[in-house]
């Protein structure tokens, strides 16, 4: 609990996320709008709610008006004054509902708060009969701007200073004060803008805080799932490094006689029979003493694709060593084996590769062997492929030699 404390209490020590002590906001500008950003569909749902209640009370209390005065001309003026002001926050509603980015833009609320602060100072020469329950209904708008409109804490605190400052005036016009009445009742509005901005600013901070601590659990997952990527990836090469070919990309030695033992366990319980053919490129040396041994590599991708092409995908790939290349093909009888081996020996021939600007014929010789029933060994079935392969390249090469 305490190691939690203290890395919440070191997040926000970071210079992004300083809050201002006076109206909690991030002294960093990006980070503040970010914020802002981020929860403006929440503010904006919370200013519309506050300001359907503003128009709605506005327009409740012309009816005690219309009780008190009748229809003489104070009441008509203060009846437009709320349906002005009930239309003012009607339109901003609207705006902030078809763009909620508005909310968090103080000036537009603010705006409308100085409107509807100005109108209210209508009520006391218009009945000043009431100008002590007025005082009252604005201590409770002042802690109501404060704390359950949502706006800037400094824009809302200066709007209540300036409500404030109306009042007094207000109060005195209707009923001249000493300058005594005058500071107790100033001291006395100051108490609900204590309260509220006290509220407010703790609320504030604590919003803020929350967002804060939220950005940096994201950004170090994102940096965890990152490294985790990183790390995934980084096996799957080194597992790749450990079974491929690294010129190729084909099965190496190990991985390839791994899988011929999976194979042969399989085929021992189906009684399937399994195939292997050995390659071997004709006249290789060649190529390097011509062309070098960078062409002669080119040659090696290149024909381990032709390998991939015209193999099927059930067969198991892979270079023996130098220029030699071991299929294994398993469901595979003999002849289709050989059909199978003569199909790329054909392809290769029939395709020269253009390397470095020159074109290289490429030609392989094949041998072709079905595994014996008693035959448990790869190596056994190599040997006898070799053999074949060698009585093919005797008769001329380019060829296949089932045996």
């Not at 195939?275 to 290789?284: N, R």
Request: proline share 4%; hydrophobic share 50%.
């Amino acid at each position: 609990m305490n190691q939690s404390l203290h890395e919440h209490q070191q997040v926000l020590t970071q210079p992004r996320w300083q809050l201002g002590r006076l109206f909690g906001e991030f002294v960093d500008v990006d980070s503040e709008q970010a914020y802002l950003r981020t929860n403006q569909l929440l503010v904006s749902r919370q200013l519309q709610r506050a300001l359907l209640v503003w128009a709605s009370l506005l327009l409740l209390f012309a009816i005690p008006d219309l009780v008190a005065l009748g229809p003489v001309i104070e009441f008509y003026l203060l009846l437009a004054m709320r349906i002005g002001v009930s239309l003012l926050l009607v339109v901003l509603f609207i705006a902030v509902r078809k763009q909620p980015l508005l909310a968090t833009q103080g000036r537009w609320i603010s705006l409308a708060m100085l409107v509807g602060i100005s109108g209210f100072m209508l009520v006391y020469p218009l009945r000043p009969e009431i100008a002590a329950w007025s005082v009252v209904v604005t201590v409770i708008m002042l802690m109501s701007l404060l704390i359950f409109i949502p706006n800037r804490l400094m824009l809302s605190v200066g709007l209540a200073f300036y409500m404030v400052f109306c009042t007094l005036l207000a109060v005195h016009w209707v009923h001249p004060k000493q300058p005594a009445e005058l500071v107790s009742i100033f001291v006395f509005l100051l108490l609900p803008i204590a309260t509220g901005w006290a509220a407010a600013l703790r609320t504030q901070l604590l919003q803020r805080q929350q967002f804060a601590l939220l950005v940096e659990a994201r950004e170090v997952n994102a940096l965890l799932r990152r490294e985790v990527e990183e790390r995934s990836r980084l096996q799957e090469a080194l597992i790749l490094q450990a079974s491929t070919d690294p010129l190729t990309g084909l099965n190496n030695r190990r991985e390839y006689e791994a899988l011929f033992e999976h194979e042969l366990q399989r085929i021992r319980r189906s009684g399937k029979p399994l195939s292997l053919c050995l390659l071997d490129l004709d006249h290789f040396k060649r190529v390097n003493d011509t062309w070098g041994h960078s062409a002669g590599d080119e040659v090696l991708r290149r024909v381990a694709q032709v390998c991939r092409d015209n193999f099927r995908s059930i067969d198991i790939l892979g270079r023996l060593g130098g220029e030699e290349f071991v299929v294994v093909l398993p469901d595979t009888p003999l002849k289709a084996a050989g059909l199978i081996a003569l199909r790329f020996v054909e392809a290769l021939a029939a395709a020269p590769m253009e390397i470095a600007g020159q074109s290289i014929q490429i030609t392989a010789t094949a041998g072709v062997v079905e595994r014996q029933a008693d035959e448990d060994d790869l190596e056994s079935l190599i040997q006898r492929a070799d053999k074949a392969m060698y009585e093919g390249k005797q008769a001329g090469r380019n060829r296949v030699v089932v045996a």
